[in-house]
């Protein structure tokens, strides 16, 4: 897809992976509108990304079509990409587990993200083209310690990516799922602070540069699912 004028949605746009991909899109003229929770959050990451905002809780189901409505308003009702980014995590040993937190964590994760883009779909079908990029995460493809919520979140994600794509391929839409390994930003962080960069841990910029890759594939192609670990971070 040559990325050049196309209409992009970065749900969780205001900071890490959402913030760094919106500003790569629109350094490549693509029309970037990202979401999130916090006005400040989304005012600073337009001035660092140069994207239109919109704040909306990906979590508040019974709004999520109204909002919708307002992403399609701002992008002419054209979306050629939505990047469903927008993901929150929480550490439990097995003897803490709740349902608040899983209700917590898969409304975000999993639910939220299927809402919206229930939304989206029906425009790329019509015009029988779009790209649809699932955040997810290298804890769906393994399980460990203190991950049941967060990684069964992200395992129900790459179930979803994997339906759309039986699905929506005759639409000629691709559905790619990016898994990211530990990246530097401030996923986990209750004041959502971006941690700095570490020499040989992942940062935004190279899960930046895979999702706009998979992006910008020729549309006779598309990448199912790319798995991003940093080279050596022992």
Known sequence: MQIRGKNIIITGGSLGIGKETAKALVEKGAN????????DRLHKAKLYCNAETIE???????????????????????????????GIGV??????????????????????????????????????????????????????????????SKFAVRCLSQCWQAELRPFNIRVCQVNPSEV??????????????????????????SIVSAIEMDDRGFINELNVWATNPF
């Open 32 to 39: 970037v509108l990202i979401t999130g929770r916090s006005e």
């Open 56 to 86: 909306f809780d990906i979590a508040d189901f019974d709004n999520i079509p109204k909002f919708a409505k307002e992403c399609l308003s701002i992008l002419e009702n054209r979306v050629d990409v939505l990047i469903n980014n927008a």
């Open 91 to 152: 550490r439990s040993s097995i003897e803490d587990l709740n349902i608040d937190d899983f209700l917590k964590v898969f409304n975000v994760n999993v639910f939220g993200l299927y809402l919206f883009t229930k939304e989206i779909v029906p425009l790329m079908k019509e015009n029988k083209s779009g790209t649809i990029i699932n955040i997810g995460s290298t804890a769906s493809l393994k399980g460990y310690q203190t991950g049941s919520i967060y990684s069964a």
């Open 184 to 209: 530097t930003t401030a996923f986990g962080n209750t004041s959502r602070i971006e941690r700095a960069e570490v020499h040989n841990k992942l940062t935004p910029k190279e899960i930046s540069h």
